[in-house]
């Protein structure tokens, strides 16, 4: 029998049910030139995304340097093929002429940078992209800032000559106005009126203002200029510190059980319907994932980040441990502890939340005049 060998050009092609299987085991980084293969490859990797292995919300990393403000690096990762990437701009991520202030995060999907000169602000997935904006009218040091809707919310934070520790301001991306002052915070939240002791969460066009310690919340409504509450989003006494979040589309707290030295439990409760209705737990992180974040040493404070139905969490004295938990069905968590890639002596880290999407992904590789570099790590 003599065998037959077909040329290159002879080989059937991979295409249909195989690509789009084949696609759904390569990194979402890597799919990006294969989009530019054909059409045929095109359409698979889309629908690979679509029906086979959906894109999942990223955890992304901003490094700041101590000895410079400039910002050149940035680390995400990515839960879908749970891989870390680098992304490295050759210019600054936030591209100015001089030093900037401290890149700050508000809200997981926010990221924004205040001085008695300026406001930046970046919304893209990525956060490459940065918009400037006249400062606040009040010189504020550790403002409580949250995006609702198109407007950008600022309060609190004032420093202490300001006549006004309480005072709130607004200013809409779209209109590009200055800003608009806005009623007062309420006169109970005086003592915690900065973003250290106030975590915010936005659902719709609400704004929700939680004292972490102990679980004292206000609601804001930019649109009516209202303020409602006091509710008690404390899910139980034996929670001693609140995190609140918008986890698929629902408020959500992540509650700290126990007491400060002895956290025992990290607990997931969500708001029913609205607030006053009652609160049902999601889940509890594994209790060796607990013992992971506390590290040598105990839990400084919580920093959580929500995006989509993600919520990653960690100890801000235990530099390289994570803990991401992905709530499936809207009642199943999933929990998976991550080494941090992104820890480097000297920088101090950032951190948001991406809801990426390839078409972010293809935008990146061409941002502007600037090349940036995006590289899958191995750990």
Not at 158 to 167: K, S
Not at 193 to 204: E, F, R, Y
Not at 315 to 340: A, P, Q, Y
């Amino acid at each position: 029998m003599v065998a037959i060998h077909k040329s290159p050009e002879e080989e059937a092609p991979i295409h249909g049910d195989v690509l789009e299987a084949i696609f759904s085991l390569v990194p979402l980084i890597h799919l990006v030139p294969s989009c530019h293969v054909s059409k045929a490859w095109n359409s698979a990797v889309f629908s690979s995304l679509t029906h086979v292995k959906q894109i999942k919300p990223w955890l992304i990393i901003l490094s700041q340097t101590t000895l410079s403000s400039r910002v050149n690096i940035a680390h995400a990762y990515d839960p879908r093929s749970h891989s870390w990437i680098k992304i490295t701009k050759h210019q600054p991520l936030i591209k100015k002429h001089r030093e900037i202030s401290t890149v700050r995060s508000s809200h997981s999907t926010l990221l924004y940078t205040i001085s008695p000169s300026e406001f930046t602000f970046s919304l893209d997935a990525l956060h490459l992209g940065w918009h400037q904006a006249p400062a606040p009218r009040v010189w504020r040091v550790d403002p409580i800032v949250a995006l609702v809707g198109k407007r950008v919310v600022v309060a609190g934070g004032a420093c202490d000559f300001e006549d006004d520790p309480l005072a709130v301001e607004m200013y809409d991306t779209e209109n590009h106005r200055d800003w608009i002052m806005c009623p007062s915070m309420p006169a109970t939240l005086k003592s915690a009126s900065a973003s250290t002791w106030i975590s915010v969460a936005v659902v719709g066009e609400t704004m929700y203002m939680t004292e972490k310690n102990s679980g004292l919340t206000y609601s804001f409504n930019p649109i009516t200029m209202n303020w409602e509450g006091p509710y008690d989003l404390r899910p139980d006494e034996s929670v001693f510190y609140s995190v609140t979040g918008l986890l698929s589309e629902k408020l959500t707290v992540a509650g700290l059980v126990g007491e400060p030295g002895n956290v025992r439990e990290i607990i997931l409760w969500a708001v029913k319907e609205e607030l006053g209705s009652g609160m049902e737990e999601i889940g509890s992180m594994p209790k060796e994932m607990v013992e992971k974040l506390k590290g040598d040493s105990e839990f400084g404070s919580v920093e959580v980040v929500w995006v989509g139905n993600f919520v990653y969490l960690r100890n801000t004295l235990v530099l390289d441990e994570l803990v991401v938990c992905e709530v499936v069905n809207g009642n199943m968590c999933e929990w998976r502890s991550v080494k941090n890639a992104a820890v480097d002596s000297g920088t101090r880290m950032v951190f948001c939340g991406g809801d990426v999407r390839m078409e972010d992904l293809q935008r990146a590789v061409s941002f502007g005049e600037q090349t940036i570099c995006m590289k899958q790590l191995e750990m």
